[in-house]
């Protein structure tokens, strides 16, 4: 094993279709270089959600132990990203008097404390507050009002929630693996730490990561996060439409979509002959590329048309002028980009990795998008403090609070 010299982080994205395991090296200018990469076959999870705990764990361990011998470094914790349809995002708000003549830290928490007061259902938590912005007395736009006279403080902030029962599963499945959990993230911030520049943060964009099962939304527009949502749809429902509508085994069809898949019919190669092997001892059969699209196409449209009434739905889509971004292992569709231009009517790119180091040209596509960003989030904790660190009963923990406290109300 390599002596530590510089901070370590780890990252896990734990999708769907394959685990992901990053480790990175904090350079001194807040850098990370990526020092070990390790992914498996995700094997115990649905659409984000964990079905089987064994093999999820297995997953995890196997991804981790690669990422570790090609760091040559043990890695304790790390930052793990959590998705999945049970995710919800709301918009709240929050005001405060200001008692003192200027706002300091402590009315800072306390407006975001109160915003943080809705009403959740028991078996709900939140994994994340995410400040909008402030309005200090009649001033909107604030980003930081600290030090600001004012004699009235309100806060704009979205609230991620999850499930109590799916986040402890995540948690439990990386605790029995051997590892601790610094922080879960919500994976669609993380694909955008990870791929959006300084200017498309400020002016607006969309992050849209579609991975094996899910496909994850976020509208980022003046460096806040203004909505997320969750589709349960991904890109394991396209491979499913290939097996089907070709006669194909399921890994046959995903190695036919990644090899000469492609959403957009203009263009294919109207002359190419694909051969697709048969289920057992059945002949291979050939396909123009036609076929394949035709496949292809309509559900790849049918996902995008789903993530544009998301964002209509949301309010913000005339405040997004900086376009889409795409990330996920689907990212790396052929034509998928270009049919996301004819749906959304707007600039859309293919988002990878940015900023980084290290390892680069293994990590340097969409599908790693994610495990990047949660190394970035997890740099940011470090440079700012943690919070906390979750335990495989830390979200239970609270829920029985919260049930106690319930109860005790009603028989007050």
């Known amino acids: 094993m390599r002596r530590k010299t510089q901070p370590i982080v780890m990252g896990l994205d734990i999708g769907?279709?394959?685990?992901?395991?990053?480790?990175?090296?904090?350079?001194?200018?807040?850098?990370?270089?990526?020092?070990?990469?390790?992914?498996?076959?995700?094997?115990?999870?649905?659409?984000?959600?964990?079905?089987?705990?064994?093999?999820?764990?297995?997953?995890?361990?196997?991804a981790v132990n690669e990422a570790q011998l090609m760091a040559g470094v043990e890695v304790p914790s790390a930052y793990v990203g959590i998705?999945?349809?049970?995710?919800?995002?709301?918009?709240?708000?929050g005001i405060i008097a200001v008692r003192s003549q200027d706002i300091t830290l402590r009315e800072v928490n306390q407006v975001i404390e109160a915003a943080k007061a809705v009403a959740l259902p028991m078996d709900r938590e939140v994994i994340h507050v995410l400040p909008q912005e402030f309005i200090v007395d009649d001033q909107d736009g604030v980003m930081d009002p600290l030090g600001m006279s004012a004699v009235r403080l309100e806060a704009k902030v979205h609230i991620v929630t999850a499930a109590v029962t799916s986040a402890h599963n995540i948690v439990k499945c990386v605790n029995n693996a051997g590892l601790e959990v610094e922080d879960i993230i919500l994976e669609q911030l993380a694909s955008g730490a990870a791929t959006l520049t300084p200017e498309e943060r400020d002016y607006g964009a969309v992050i849209i990561d579609i991975?094996?099962?899910?496909?994850?939304?976020?509208?980022l527009a003046g460096d806040s996060v203004k909505h997320t949502a969750v589709l349960a749809v991904g890109g394991n429902h396209i491979t499913n439409d290939l097996a089907f509508g070709?006669?194909?085994?399921?890994?046959?069809?995903?190695?036919?979509?990644?090899?000469?898949?492609?959403?957009?019919?203009?263009?294919?190669?109207?002359?190419?002959?694909?051969?697709?092997?048969?289920?057992?001892?059945?002949?291979?059969?050939?396909?123009?590329?036609?076929?394949?699209?035709?496949?292809?196409?309509?559900?790849?449209?049918?996902?995008?048309?789903?993530?544009?009434?998301?964002?209509?739905?949301?309010?913000?889509?005339?405040?997004?002028?900086?376009g889409i971004v795409l990330t996920g292992g689907t990212a790396s569709l052929r034509g998928i980009v270009e049919l996301a231009e004819d749906i959304f009517g707007c600039a859309v790119r293919c988002g990878v990795p940015r900023?980084?180091?290290g390892l680069v040209g293994m990590v340097n596509t969409p599908m790693y998008a994610t495990g990047v960003g949660l190394l970035q989030c997890g740099v940011k904790q470090i440079h700012y403090g943690r919070f906390h660190k979750f335990n495989d009963d830390h979200l239970f923990a609270k829920?029985?609070?919260?049930?106690r406290d319930w109860f005790g109300e009603l028989l007050t």
Do not use: W
């Not at 998705?83 to 708000?93: L, P, Q, V």
């Open 83 to 93: 998705a999945g349809g049970h995710i919800t995002g709301i918009n709240s708000t």
């Open 355 to 357: 900023d980084i180091g």
């Open 211 to 219: 991975g094996g099962g899910t496909t994850d939304i976020a509208l």
């Open 16 to 62: 769907t279709t394959k685990v992901c395991a990053l480790i990175g090296e904090v350079q001194d200018d807040n850098q990370i270089d990526v020092i070990g990469v390790g992914i498996h076959p995700s094997r115990g999870l649905n659409k984000g959600v964990v079905v089987n705990i064994d093999s999820t764990v297995e997953s995890i361990r196997r």
């Open 399 to 403: 829920l029985y609070h919260r049930m």
């Open 246 to 322: 070709l006669g194909a085994p399921v890994p046959e069809a995903e190695r036919i979509k990644k090899a000469f898949g492609c959403a957009h019919a203009s263009l294919v190669d109207a002359y190419e002959m694909i051969e697709v092997r048969g289920a057992d001892e059945r002949p291979a059969q050939k396909y123009m590329s036609r076929d394949l699209c035709d496949i292809i196409e309509p559900r790849v449209e049918e996902m995008l048309h789903m993530a544009r009434r998301e964002i209509l739905q949301s309010g913000y889509a005339e405040r997004l002028p900086a």
